[in-house]
């Protein structure tokens, strides 16, 4: 390739771990986005099992999770015929690219990274060196296919620039101007980052130990209208403007999933919900929330009661991945230089 920029076709592709039960944040950062650049966009949607195992995984659970994680993409909408939808660990090219941008990517890079200092937390010496090593397996994820666009939620905006800094290098380090694309974040809208709806400021997630702070994606209607009506807000009703949110994280987070859910801007939501009390508005996001997620939540059951036939999505889905990522992976090895018979 002679270009020094990448002038190769788009492609999408994103991943979700299986490790816990997927919740709104989940939905409305990842899924959403993937169900509508299907259908514009040649799309890969990965199950990261061997991103799961940076933590301690059950062996006898970790594909069920896997199947599941699978039957969320189906159920939100996701159509296995036109995306490729496939887990991790079915395709090599991930963990040998992963060991070549072991030797690009620099410790410094990786000691910057937010996420692993909040996983490690104070155990950072019994960390798992996978943990610490976890963003350049997700580049090798994204740069096997050479993919161009990332859907995530933003608190993967930082790995994401961690992969452009990798793809950046290896072309510069091999002397292969473009061979790989920088990888662009798709970090869009109110649902790129849904807050806990305890604690306005922290993110809406599978670790936090209040499960109060979140709705499931398997969650009853029951389950959705109770945590709505729990959520913390203030006493005061909701602004009529975008600028009357400030200060109120909280309030923000609840008009932010409402848009979303909705598909509308936040601005339409308040010109609609301005002024009224949040007595109003909670039983009205709950009976959205109820109807949007209801249906979801009943295919991804019936799919959880099928494992074969999700089984043949993701063993279908691996052989197309697979097929991709052969030919790069060549031209990786030759650009290394590394020896073939
Ligand atoms: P994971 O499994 O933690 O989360 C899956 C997706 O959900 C998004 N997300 C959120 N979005 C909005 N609000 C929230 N509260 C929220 N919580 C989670 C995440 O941003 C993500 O998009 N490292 C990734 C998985 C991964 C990956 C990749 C993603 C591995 N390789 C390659 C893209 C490309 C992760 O841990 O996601």
Redesign the pocket.
């Given at each position: 390739m002679s270009d020094s920029v990448y002038s190769g076709p788009e492609r999408v592709?994103?991943?979700?771990?299986p490790s816990g039960r997927l919740h709104l944040?989940?939905y409305?950062?990842?899924l959403v986005k993937f169900v509508a650049l299907q259908a514009t966009h040649d799309c890969m949607f990965c199950v990261?099992d061997l991103?799961a195992i940076t933590q301690p995984q059950d062996p006898k659970a970790l594909a069920d999770q896997t199947r599941e994680i699978a039957a969320a993409y189906l159920a939100a909408g996701v159509d296995p015929k036109r995306a490729i939808v496939f887990p991790q660990s079915a395709v090599s090219a991930h963990a040998e690219l992963g060991w070549i941008f072991n030797c690009v990517a620099r410790m410094g890079w990786l000691e910057r990274m937010t996420q692993f200092k909040d996983k490690s937390g104070k155990d950072r010496e019994r960390s798992s060196v996978g943990l610490f090593d976890y963003p350049v397996l997700?580049a090798a994820?994204?740069l096997a296919y050479r993919a161009t666009h990332?859907p995530?939620?933003?608190?993967?905006k930082q790995?994401l620039e961690l992969s452009r800094d990798i793809a950046d290098r290896f072309n510069r380090e091999f002397n292969a101007p473009g061979f790989f694309p920088l990888p662009e974040p798709l970090i869009t809208g109110p649902?790129?980052?849904?807050m806990s709806l305890r604690d306005g400021s922290k993110?809406?997630?599978k670790s936090d130990p209040s499960d109060q702070s979140r709705i499931n994606l398997l969650d009853s209607a029951d389950e959705i209208a109770n945590k709505i009506k729990r959520a913390t807000t203030d006493p005061h009703p909701l602004p009529e403007a975008e600028d009357g949110l400030k200060d109120r994280p909280e309030v923000e987070n609840l008009v932010g999933i409402y848009a979303a859910m909705s598909g509308r801007p936040v601005a339409s939501v308040l010109g609609e919900w301005g002024g009224a009390g949040f007595g109003k508005f909670k039983p009205a996001l709950a009976d959205l929330l109820v109807e949007r997620l209801g249906p979801v939540t009943a295919e991804m059951r019936r799919l959880m009661g099928d494992p074969a036939e999700v089984d043949r999505v993701l063993k279908y889905g691996a052989a197309r991945a697979a097929a991709i990522a052969a030919p790069i992976m060549a031209e990786v090895r030759a650009v290394v230089g590394f020896w073939r018979g």
């Open positions: 592709f994103s991943g979700v771990q944040g989940n409305l950062g990842a990261v991103h997700q994820d994204i990332v995530v939620g933003e608190d993967q790995h649902g790129a980052r849904v993110k809406m997630s």
